[in-house]
Every structure is written in C-alpha cells, then in structure tokens.
T-cell receptor, first 107, second 113 residues
Framework: GIQVEQSPPDLILQEGANSTLRCNFS?????LQWFHQNPWGQLINLFYIPSGTKQNGRLSATTVATERYSLLYISSSQTTDSGVYFC?????????FGTGTSLTVIP | KAGVTQTPRYLIKTRGQQVTLSCSPISGHRSVSWYQQTPGQGLQFLFE???????NKGNFPGRFSGRQFSNSRSEMNVSTLELGDSALYLC????????????FGPGTRLLVL
C-alpha cells in the first residue's frame, strides 16, 4: 500500500503562532484529505484537497500532487486547535492515513 | 441532520469473546466505512459498505467482518477477540462512496482484557 508520512510528529505552539504541517505520500493518489482529531477522538474533516490550494478561515492547505506532498497551514493558533492532525490519501478505493501530527497550543 | 452515531461508546470484553459494534449513518447516506485506531498501528481501514454490499476490505484477518442493512445501518463483528483488538473503532458515513464527503462518528472504544 501507499506510505503516508507526516511531519513533525509533535508540535507545541504558543497561542497566536503559525505552523505548517507536512504530508508526504509514496505514490500517485486519487484523493487527499486532512482531518483534525480532537482530544475526545472525534475526527473532523478539514479539507478535501487532491490538488491545488484551499482556505477556510485560519486554516489553509496546499497539495502538489506531482511532487507527492501536501501542506496544512494553521495561522494565529488557538488552544482549540490542539489535537492530532491526519492526512489521508486514497488510490482506487483504498484509504490510507498518515501517522499524524500531535499539536498542543498553550495559552 | 443528526450526525453519525455509534453504539456502544465503550465496551470491555475478555479474550476469546466476540463483539458487535453498530453504526447508524447520517440520514440519506448509503456508504459506511469502518476504521480501527490503535496507538501502535494508527488509523487503518477495515472495510466499506455501500447499498448492503462490501466494496472494499482492508488488510485484516477474517475474524473481522461486517454487514450493512437495507436502512444503511452497519454492524461490524470481531470474533475470538485478542488483546491487540483493543482500539477505537470509527465509522464514517458518505452519501456515496466518496472520500471527499466522509463524516465520522464518535467511535467505540473497545478494551479486551
């Protein structure tokens, strides 16, 4: 299957700081999605972004499919941004999650 | 619309037992996918059902099975539980088999003793 690697594995930020999370994948994919898992385990869709750039408030994402990576930008981080961020890719009908980036935002 | 619901939310079983988990998708959604999340292996795809048919299956042993009913509700069953089956089991609901529109439930936390 496809290998999906995320970096950094852990990140601690002061509230208000900006951050960039990276997702590298080992093969061509049909789809790519970013999720946020809150401390209670709930996974929330952030972006569906197989290519190009999207923005939603303080979050934005860019995928360069030809170079097999995606970036998630978080600006002006807030404590509620804490949790684990996953990227997931799909080829055919199989869906593969990355290892996640654990983000802690401290006040 | 109500979100994806999973029952039970927490479950404790012993080795060798079997367990059945339930997932009710968002009304109108016909596709349901199941995932296992463990600290060691991360999030792994189990299987996907659409219109009562299994479309895809991940790399899990035959002890893991599932089904979908005509009302799109889905169940997954794990027989002969092992300690390593302790995990958070997540269900995702889609209107159609499309990753773009996956909506996740809160999960069922299974502990095998």
């Amino acid at each position: 299957g496809i290998q999906v690697e995320q970096s950094p594995p852990d990140l601690i930020l002061q509230e208000g700081a900006n951050s960039t999370l990276r997702c590298n994948f080992s093969d061509s994919v049909n789809n790519l999605q970013w999720f946020h898992q809150n401390p209670w385990g709930q996974l929330i869709n952030l972006f569906y972004i197989p290519s190009g750039t999207k923005q939603n408030g303080r979050l934005s994402a860019t995928t360069v499919a030809t170079e097999r990576y995606s970036l998630l930008y978080i600006s002006s981080s807030q404590t509620t941004d804490s949790g684990v961020y996953f990227c997931a890719v799909a080829t055919g009908n199989q869906f593969y999650f990355g290892t996640g980036t654990s983000l802690t935002v401290i006040p | 619309k109500a979100g994806v619901t999973q029952t039970p939310r927490y479950l404790i079983k012993t080795r060798g037992q079997q367990v059945t988990l339930s997932c009710s998708p968002i009304s109108g959604h016909r596709s349901v996918s199941w995932y296992q999340q463990t600290p060691g292996q991360g999030l792994q795809f189990l299987f996907e059902y659409f219109s009562e048919t299994q479309r895809n299956k991940g790399n899990f042993p035959g002890r893991f099975s599932g089904r979908q009913f005509s009302n799109s509700r889905s169940e997954m069953n794990v027989s002969t539980l092992e300690l390593g089956d302790s995990a958070l089991y997540l269900c995702a609901s889609n209107p159609t088999p499309s990753i773009e529109t996956q909506y996740f439930g809160p999960g069922t936390r299974l502990l095998v003793l």
